[in-house]
Structures are given as structure tokens and as C-alpha cells.
């Protein structure tokens, strides 16, 4: 402790040193930040010249057009863990800024000590004191613990944008996997009718083997037929039940049968609504995982300046006031008052190139930053691109093979009759049933990709998350 007549003398020095805070408050050593230029086209393939800039995609609420399917991602919103777990990694990094944002004020402790030794005269003298004490805090007057703050501050942001990410990839697969099993449906009606068909044509042709009407080749290959349907109806049920399990993982519980699709969808109404032409590629600075890369670019600066503002001085103060007595009974009575002033210069002279490494270690760590956020805006416009390449072929595909599904269906119609006539042949009846079956599961799956193709789109550009 020191007595109150060093008050007037310290007063001085204190103010000095505000003063000299004052002075340094605004010194930093971190990079100006500047958004990297994006190493892509300004326009998507195939997109108009005037596309406008600025544009902003829907919420998904907005693009989802199937209600069930709008109700069943809000679920997956509440009860999926991947997103919980991004939620609460946020907020444990939220935690860390909060760490980091505390060092930049002093942490005051109650304390008390006591002590009791023999002294000169060989009686026991003894000391205590009590009062407030603060230990060590760091005068940030190069900007070493403000630089460490941004990066803590940016590393929480990019958290914010992770779970975003998540959110908009979680929306994505739960529509995807929703249109699988509505895909799934289909052709598990599709192949129950084909399967009941041609059971029917084996016992029709069965009855005509008997009678010499038809050959065993007429009749083996009717049986044919049927096996393959029975067994491409295993494999779809197989294939339901395993895209319902993955649908259920992804809402986080059983998914209400009220919500699911069911068989018989009307092609011409869509689950989705299309995603606007004309958008500009600088949309893709609104997915949260460029915006997560932008942020880590921001906290790799602040390590440089962190990392330069190590080369200079660190000053800390250590401080304490309270009272001192004699005796521990009269501690709070006759105990003098008193403070005591510990400020504290550490200047790097030598620590074998310590600080350089971390300061080139901090360069090359936001040379890392820019290539990774380069990469992601690059990854996104080759996204958005594929995306685009889909939705201009696979309308073209969905139509030749309605066309194709159409000429096939009359085929066989034109088939039957042939053959109820005498014209045509068992096996020329069986190959256009096979033909007509394997050209409507074909224009299935064309519609359940150019659907996913959609949501896919929508997942590129950013959607699926709201401000």
C-alpha cells in the first residue's frame, strides 16, 4: 500500500497516461478491408445483358408452392440437429467474442490478505488488508487487443453465416427429398399397373399355350416380363422406404402422413414456382457461404494487425486500493486508506524472430482467406451455371419424352388391336408394353430432375434464409 501522500504525485502521472491513451486510442495496425474483385462473369450463361443489378431472390415460403411441402420444411426448421448444432456453435462463438471484448477493460477482485512475522524486537508483528484490486490490465495503445476483438467479432459472423448456410441447404434437401419420394410414388402406381397388365397377359397367354394358340416362347416371355415388373417394384419400395428414412433424418422425426405426397400428381401443377430470369451474377454475394468466407477474410486481417502491433511496447497496469490496520479487528475501523500503482512496459528486443513468423504466418493467413473466398464465389457461379444448363435442356426433355410416352402409348393401343385381329404377334404386343413401361419411368425421372433442378437453383443463388 502506499500512503495518501504520494496522491497528488500519482494524480500527475495518471493523467499523463490518459492522456497518452488519448493520443494512441485511434493507432491500428489492421489492413484496410477491400472485397476481393469476383473472379467470374458479370452474367450467368445464356442470361439477358440487362440483367438487373440489386436483384433479390423470394423467401422460400414464396417459391414453395406445395403446402404440404411448405409445412413440412417449416418442421425441419424447428427440429433438425445439423441446424441446431450450427445454432448453438454460433452461439458458443458468440461466447468467445464476448471473452474477447472483455479484455479491453480491466477486471477489478475483491481482496484480502494477512500476514504475521516475528520482527526485530521478538514480538510478532502483524498486517491486513482489504480492498480492491486489479491485476495486469493491458493498455491497448497499439491496438493489439481492439485487432484481436475484430477477429473474435468476424469469426462470430462467419458462425451467423454458417448456420445460415445450413438453413438454406437444409431447406433445399428436405424439398429434394420430398420430390423423391413424390417420384418414388409414381412409379411404385406406374409399376403396379404394369405389373397387374402383364400378370393378366401371362394367365391370358397360359390359357392360349394350353389350347396350341400360343408357343413357349410366346409364354416364357410374358413370363419374363412379369418377373422384371415384380422385380423393379422390390426395388422401389426398397428405394421409398430408404428416401423416407433419409426425409425423416432430415426433419428430425417421423414425417406426418398428412404431409407426405401421394401417387397421381398432376404433372402440370408444380410443387415449385420457377426462380426469375434475368438475375446478375452479383446476387451470389447473398449466399451466406460466401458471405462466411468474406468474414474470415475480415478476421485474418485483424490478426495482421494484431500480429504488427506485437513488435511494439505492451504496457499493463496493476493497481489496488483499500485499507491496511494492524489488527484484523480493527481492519474496517482504524485502518488506514491507501493505493497501490504498479504500471508495467514489455518492448520485444529479442525472441528469435517470435513476432516476424506470427506476422507472416498472419499475411499468408489472409492470402489463404482471399483464395478460399475467391473459390467459393467461383464454386457458386459454376453452381448457378449448371443449374441454368439444366433448366434450358431438361424442359426440352420432359416434353420429347411426353411425345415419346405419347407415340408409345398409341402403339400399343394400335398393337392390341393388331393382335386381337390375328396380325400382329405375341412377342410384337409384349415389346411395345416393355416400351411404353420403360418410357414413362423414363419421363419420371426427367421431371424429377428438372423439379430437383429447381431447387438446386434456388440453393445456388443464395435462397432459403431470410435477414
Not at 428416401?243 to 414425417?255: E, H, I, K, M, T
Not at 528469435?352 to 464465389?377: F, P
Not at 441454368?388 to 408409345?408: S, W
Request: one cysteine or more; charged letters at 20%; proline letters at 4%.
Amino acid at each position: 500500500m502506499v500512503s495518501t501522500d504520494g496522491l497528488i504525485p500519482m494524480n500527475m502521472k495518471l493523467s499523463a497516461l490518459t492522456l497518452a491513451a488519448a493520443v494512441l486510442a485511434g493507432c491500428s495496425f489492421i489492413p484496410t478491408h477491400e472485397r476481393p474483385a469476383a473472379p467470374v462473369p458479370a452474367r450467368f450463361p445464356g442470361q439477358a445483358a440487362e440483367a438487373s443489378a440489386g436483384a433479390a431472390l423470394p423467401a422460400w415460403e414464396s417459391v414453395v408452392a406445395d403446402a404440404r411441402l411448405r409445412e413440412l420444411i417449416a418442421l425441419a426448421l424447428q427440429n433438425n440437429r445439423d441446424l441446431r448444432v450450427a445454432a448453438l456453435n454460433m452461439e458458443q462463438v458468440r461466447a468467445q467474442y464476448q471473452i474477447r471484448r472483455a479484455d479491453q477493460w480491466p477486471t477489478l477482485n475483491l481482496a484480502a490478505t494477512g500476514n504475521r512475522q516475528p520482527n526485530s524486537s521478538g514480538g510478532i508483528s502483524s498486517t491486513y488488508t482489504a480492498g480492491v484490486a486489479m491485476a495486469s490490465w493491458e493498455l491497448d495503445f497499439f491496438g493489439r487487443v481492439a485487432a484481436l476483438q475484430d477477429a473474435a467479432l468476424a469469426q462470430f459472423l462467419a458462425s451467423e453465416e454458417a448456420r445460415r448456410a445450413a438453413q438454406t441447404s437444409l431447406v433445399a434437401a428436405v424439398a429434394s427429398g420430398w420430390l423423391s419420394l413424390q417420384a418414388d410414388e409414381d412409379l411404385l402406381a406406374l409399376t403396379q399397373r404394369t405389373l397387374t397388365t402383364r400378370e393378366d397377359a401371362v394367365r391370358l397367354t397360359k390359357l392360349r399355350f394350353d389350347n396350341g394358340a400360343a408357343s413357349a416362347l410366346d409364354l416364357r416371355q410374358a413370363e419374363s416380363l412379369a418377373a422384371a415388373a415384380r422385380g423393379t417394384l422390390a426395388q422401389l419400395q426398397r428405394t421409398r422406404a430408404q428416401n423416407l428414412n433419409a426425409l425423416s433424418l432430415l426433419v428430425g422425426q417421423a414425417p406426418p402422413t398428412a404431409l407426405l405426397p401421394t401417387a397421381g400428381s398432376d404433372p402440370a401443377v408444380a410443387a415449385l414456382r420457377p426462380v426469375p430470369e434475368g438475375l446478375p451474377s452479383d446476387l451470389l454475394t447473398r449466399r451466406a457461404d460466401i458471405r462466411q468466407a468474406e468474414q474470415a477474410l475480415i478476421a485474418a486481417n485483424a490478426n495482421i494487425g494484431a500480429a504488427r502491433a506485437a513488435f511494439f511496447p505492451r504496457i499493463s497496469l496493476t493497481a489496488s486500493v483499500g485499507t491496511v490496520s494492524n489488527e484484523l479487528s480493527g481492519l474496517f475501523k482504524d485502518g488506514s486508506w491507501g493505493f497501490a500503482l504498479a504500471p508495467q512496459a514489455l518492448l520485444p528486443i529479442f525472441d528469435a524472430g517470435r513476432n516476424q513468423a506470427n506476422l507472416d504466418a498472419a499475411r499468408v493467413g489472409r492470402k489463404i482467406a482471399v483464395a478460399q473466398y475467391e473459390k467459393a464465389i467461383q464454386t457458386a457461379f459454376r453452381e448457378v451455371a449448371d443449374a441454368l444448363a439444366g433448366r434450358a435442356t431438361l424442359g426440352e426433355q420432359v416434353a420429347a419424352l411426353q411425345g415419346q410416352a405419347d407415340a408409345e402409348a398409341e402403339r400399343l393401343r394400335l398393337t392390341e388391336l393388331r393382335h386381337r385381329g390375328g396380325v400382329a404377334s405375341s412377342l410384337e404386343l409384349l415389346d411395345a408394353q416393355r416400351s411404353l413401361f420403360a418410357t414413362q419411368q423414363a419421363l419420371t425421372q426427367v421431371r424429377l430432375a428438372q423439379q430437383q433442378n429447381q431447387v438446386a437453383l434456388y440453393k445456388a443463388l443464395g435462397g432459403g434464409w431470410k435477414e
